[in-house]
Structures are given as C-alpha cells and as structure tokens.
C-alpha cells in the first residue's frame, strides 16, 4: 500500500516515534483544551513554522494539507454565516493545526515503528487476557488504510486531471471505494494465510 512516509530526511525523523506520538497526543490534546482564537492563532503560526521547517519531506502531504486547509475554511465560512466568529476561528485552526501535527508524525515516521511503540504502550492488556499484539495490529491497520486512502485519492486524481484536464471531484468516490475495498479483502486474505486463523 501507498505511503505517506518521506524518504527526504528531515530533523523531525531523528526523533523517536514514541517521543513524537507523545508530543503529538499532548499538543493535540492542548488545541481542544484552549478556547482563546489568538491563543490558538499563535498555535496555527507554530504548526505552519513545524510544517515549513520539514522542507522537503511535506512534498507528498502537500495536496493533502491544501484540502485539510479548503475544509477548515468551509467550516469556519459556515459558523460565520451563523455569526459565531469565534467558534469560526477556533474551529478552523483546530483542524488545521491537529491535522499539521498529524501529518508531521506520518511523513517523519516508518508504520513499523508506530507499531512498535503501540505494542509497547499496550503491554498491559496482555495481563487480562488481551493480546497487544493484535490490538496493536488492528490500530496500525487502521493508520495505514486511512493513509492509504488519502494517498490513492491523490493518485486517482493525478490520473484524472491528466486526462481530462480536471480535478476528479466527488466522480472518484466509486471508484476509490471499489479499490479501497479490495484492497482490503487483499489485506484480510494475507492476513488469514500468514496467522492461519
């Protein structure tokens, strides 16, 4: 499956990936517990500077970025239109800034080793009875589908726009569904074969 992983170095990839998913679980959680719009306008200038400051690695998330940033206007438009101006703003940079730090961690960090640190973080469960390396797994089939996702939509729309000019728009949603599942009936089918369960 696709990946949005860099293989452009940056400083964020010498970091740990359990550090980096520590700091991104704290900072995300931080946007949702502050309500001040300039607070969280500080918040967006410091995610825009992390997001600059990856150079090259952001180039296959950046068409990805520019939708997270069309979807957080349109939400921002619609509770201005209802005249909540703060909510706008504080809705709008919310999204933004959790989906840059998101983004950060996925193009700086290998799926394996988020699996590891989620194997490691779910360590515990194994005393009740519940395998961690199956919850982990599950999580990480999780991560990987939905970056699957974004990535193959991006393909599809490349393709699109190649041969009619065009973005492919809500016309790809058939198809990006048929492929996304078979893509995971794939997945399931390597799955059973290789556990033999």
Not at 122 to 137: H, K, N, T
Request: proline residues 3%; aromatic residues 8%.
């Amino acid at each position: 499956m696709g990946s949005l992983y860099s293989e452009y170095t940056s400083w964020l990839h010498a970091w740990s990936a359990g550090r980096k998913l520590l700091l991104m679980a704290l900072l995300g959680t931080g946007l949702f517990l502050i309500d001040s719009p300039w607070l969280l306008a500080l918040a967006g200038a410091a995610c825009g500077l992390l997001w600059l400051s990856l150079g090259r690695a952001t180039e296959g998330a950046r068409r990805l970025m520019l939708s997270v940033t069309v979807a957080a206007l349109m939400v921002a438009a619609f509770h201005v239109w209802m005249q909540h101006y703060a909510l706008a703003a504080a809705s709008a940079l919310r999204l933004v800034c959790a989906s840059t730090l998101g983004m950060a961690l996925t193009v700086s960090t290998r799926p394996s080793d988020l699996v590891d640190v989620l194997e490691r973080l779910l360590a515990p469960l194994d005393r009740i009875g519940i395998s961690p390396e199956q919850v982990a797994l599950q999580l990480a089939l999780m991560l990987r589908f939905t970056e699957h996702f974004f990535v193959q939509w991006k393909r599809m729309d490349d393709a699109h726009r190649l041969r009619t000019g065009r973005a492919g728009g809500l016309r790809l949603i058939a198809p990006l569904t048929i492929h996304m599942l078979q893509a995971t009936r794939r997945v399931s089918d390597a799955l059973w074969a290789r556990l033999g369960r």
